[in-house]
C-alpha cells in the first residue's frame, strides 16, 4: 500500500514563524515527521507552507534537502515575486502555491487569477486553495477558467460540498486530509468527490495536524480501505498525487 502524503507541515524554528489569529505552532522537524509516519509506506509527499511560515522560502528549500527528491513543496509567494526565484525555486522541487484564505499569510485572493495563471505558464505549477467551499460561489468562475487547481481538507464544510462537487467537475482536484478538522460527514464527502472524477482525491496526513480538533490518525487511511475498492484506493493514497505533483508514475 504505496502512500503519497499530499498535505503535511514542516516548522523549524530555525526559519521565522509567524504567530497567526494569537495561534503559534509547535516545532515539528523532518525527523518528527519520519518519526510519526513510520510504517506508513510513505513513497514521497508534499510539504505545504502554512500560514504561520509567511512568505519564507528557506525552511522549504531546507525541508526538501532533508528529505529528498521524492517530496515537492508548495509554497506562499507575493504576486510580485520575480520569474528567476519562481524558477530557482522549481528547480529545488516546488511544484505549487498556496492561497491561504481560511488563515491568512499568503498572497491575497484577488491575484488569483493572475498569479495561477503566471506560475502555470512559467513553472507548470497548479495553485491550492485552503477555504471554506461554501465561499467557492464567489470564485468559481476564476477557478473555472484555471489551469489546474486543488482545495485543501475536503471544503470544510458540509454546508459548501455541493459547490465543490461543481468544480471537482471542471477538474479541481481535492486533498483527502484533515478529517479530525472537517465539519462534514468524511464518509459521503469521499464518495462524493469520487463518483464525480476517480481523479480528483489526494490523501495527505495533515501532520503535525496544527489547530485541528482531532490530529491525524492511523484510522485516517482505513476509512478510505473501508470505503473504496482496491484499486480506487490505489488511486487516493498514490497515484492521483503522483500525476498532479510530479506528472508521473
Not at 521524492?70 to 520575480?82: E, H, I, K, M, N
Not at 488569483?112 to 505558464?121: G, N, P, Q
Not at 470564485?139 to 460540498?161: C, W, Y
Not at 462534514?184 to 480528483?200: D, G, H, M, R, T
Request: glycine letters at 8%; charged letters at 25%.
Amino acid at each position: 500500500m504505496r502512500i503519497f502524503d499530499a498535505h503535511f507541515h514542516i516548522i523549524d524554528f530555525n526559519y521565522p514563524i509567524i504567530e497567526n489569529q494569537g495561534y503559534t505552532p509547535p516545532s515539528y522537524g523532518t525527523e518528527d515527521y519520519r518519526k510519526d509516519t513510520l510504517g506508513l509506506h510513505i513513497k514521497g509527499g508534499a510539504i505545504v507552507s502554512g500560514s504561520f511560515q509567511g512568505f519564507d522560502q528557506q525552511y522549504l528549500i531546507n525541508a526538501l534537502s532533508e528529505l529528498g527528491p521524492a517530496y515537492c513543496g508548495v509554497t506562499q509567494l507575493p504576486f510580485d515575486t520575480s520569474n528567476e526565484e519562481i524558477l530557482k525555486l522549481n528547480e529545488v522541487g516546488v511544484k505549487a502555491l498556496r492561497f491561504n484564505i481560511k488563515r491568512g499569510g499568503s498572497e491575497d485572493l484577488s491575484k488569483l487569477d493572475y498569479f495561477a495563471r503566471r506560475v502555470h505558464e512559467l513553472a507548470g505549477w497548479h495553485s491550492e486553495l485552503y477555504i471554506d467551499s461554501k465561499e467557492l460561489p464567489d470564485i468559481a468562475s476564476i477557478i473555472e477558467k484555471l489551469p489546474a487547481v486543488s482545495v485543501d481538507h475536503l471544503g470544510l464544510s458540509e454546508e459548501g460540498l455541493p459547490h465543490l462537487l461543481k468544480l471537482v467537475d471542471r477538474g479541481v482536484h481535492v486533498k483527502a486530509t484533515g478529517f479530525g478538522r472537517v465539519d462534514l460527514n468524511v464518509e459521503n464527502a469521499l464518495k462524493s468527490i469520487y463518483e464525480v472524477n476517480p481523479q480528483a482525491l489526494m490523501f495527505g496526513t495533515d501532520l503535525p495536524s496544527t489547530r485541528a480538533k482531532r490530529p491525524f490518525h492511523r484510522c485516517d487511511i482505513e476509512i478510505i480501505r473501508q470505503i473504496f475498492d482496491g484499486k480506487a484506493v490505489e488511486r487516493i493514497l498514490y497515484e492521483n498525487a503522483m500525476r498532479w505533483y510530479f506528472k508521473t508514475l
